[in-house]
C-alpha cells in the first residue's frame, strides 16, 4: 500500500462548480500536511498547508480526518485557471527521536475546469 | 528575489554518459532535496541534505550521487549506472527539515536519454 494515496482523476468540472477530492495518507505519526499545486510540465507550489482545524483561504478548503487518516480539499466556483494536478504532501517524523520528518508525495489528482 | 535555480531546464544525454544537473538556493535553506517524477507517479526522493557536507540516501538513490560543499549548492549527477534516467528532476529546498515549513522548488529538469 502507499504511504500517501489520491484518486488520479480527472475530475472534470464546469466553470463556476464545486469540486472535492481526497488525499489518505498510512502513517498515523503524520503531523504536518500540505496541498501543492502542479501545471503541466512545471515545479509543484504551494497551495495551502492543512492545519488540524482545517482552514480556508478564498475559494480552497482544506479539512484534516486524523482519525480516518485522508486530507480534502474543496475548491469552489471552479475557475478555468484552476485546471491543473494536485498534490497531497504528507510529513511524518520516521523516528520519535528525530525532529526530522519525511515527505511523501501522493501522485495528484488532476482537476480539468471546462468552459 | 530569492529562489531556487536548476539548470540545464532541457538535458539531452547519451546512454553510458555520465550528466550533472545544478541546482542553487538563496534562500538561506539548510535542508535541500533531490526528487524525480515519472508520468503518473508521485516525487519521488533520490538524495537529500539537512546541512553542509552531510547529505542522505533517499529512496531511489542507486545510479545518482550528489554533493554538498556550500549551503547554497547541492548539485546532482546521474550515472551511467541508473538504468532508466530519463525523467523529470526537481530540486528542493526548505528552511530546515523539521515538521512544517513550505518546500521550495526549482523550475525542474528534464533529461532525456537517447
Known amino acids: 500500500r502507499k504511504e500517501v494515496e489520491q484518486d488520479p482523476g480527472p475530475f472534470n468540472v464546469p466553470e463556476g462548480a464545486t469540486v472535492a477530492f481526497n488525499c489518505t495518507y498510512s502513517?498515523?505519526?503524520?503531523?504536518?500536511f500540505f496541498w501543492y499545486r502542479q501545471d503541466c510540465r512545471k515545479e509543484p507550489k504551494l497551495l495551502m498547508s492543512?492545519?488540524?482545524s482545517g482552514n480556508e483561504d478564498g475559494r480552497f478548503t482544506a479539512q484534516l480526518n486524523r482519525a480516518s487518516q485522508y486530507i480534502s480539499l474543496l475548491i469552489r466556483d471552479s475557475k478555468l485557471s484552476d485546471s491543473a494536478t494536485y498534490l497531497c504532501?504528507?510529513?511524518?517524523?520516521?523516528?520519535?527521536?528525530?525532529?526530522?520528518?519525511?515527505?511523501?508525495f501522493g501522485a495528484g489528482t488532476q482537476v480539468v475546469v471546462t468552459p | 528575489d530569492g529562489g531556487i535555480t536548476q539548470s540545464p531546464k532541457y538535458l539531452f544525454r547519451k546512454e553510458g554518459q555520465n550528466v550533472t544537473l545544478s541546482c542553487e538556493q538563496n534562500?538561506?535553506?539548510?535542508?535541500m532535496y533531490w526528487y524525480r517524477q515519472d508520468p503518473g507517479q508521485g516525487l519521488r526522493l533520490i538524495y537529500y541534505?539537512?546541512?553542509?557536507?552531510?547529505?542522505q540516501k533517499g529512496d531511489i538513490a542507486e545510479g545518482y550521487s550528489v554533493s554538498r560543499e556550500k549551503k547554497e549548492s547541492f548539485p546532482l549527477t546521474v550515472t551511467s549506472a541508473q538504468k532508466n534516467p530519463t525523467a523529470f528532476y526537481l530540486c528542493?529546498?526548505?528552511?530546515?527539515?523539521?515538521?512544517?515549513?513550505?518546500?521550495?522548488f526549482g523550475e525542474g529538469s528534464r533529461l532525456t536519454v537517447l
Open positions: 528542493a529546498s526548505r528552511r530546515d527539515g523539521r515538521n512544517t515549513g513550505e518546500l521550495f
Open positions: 502513517n498515523s505519526a503524520s503531523q504536518s
Open positions: 492543512v492545519y488540524s
Open positions: 504532501v504528507v510529513n511524518a517524523v520516521v523516528r520519535a527521536t528525530d525532529s526530522w520528518g519525511k515527505l511523501q
Open positions: 534562500l538561506n535553506h539548510d535542508a
Open positions: 541534505s539537512q546541512i553542509v557536507n552531510d547529505f
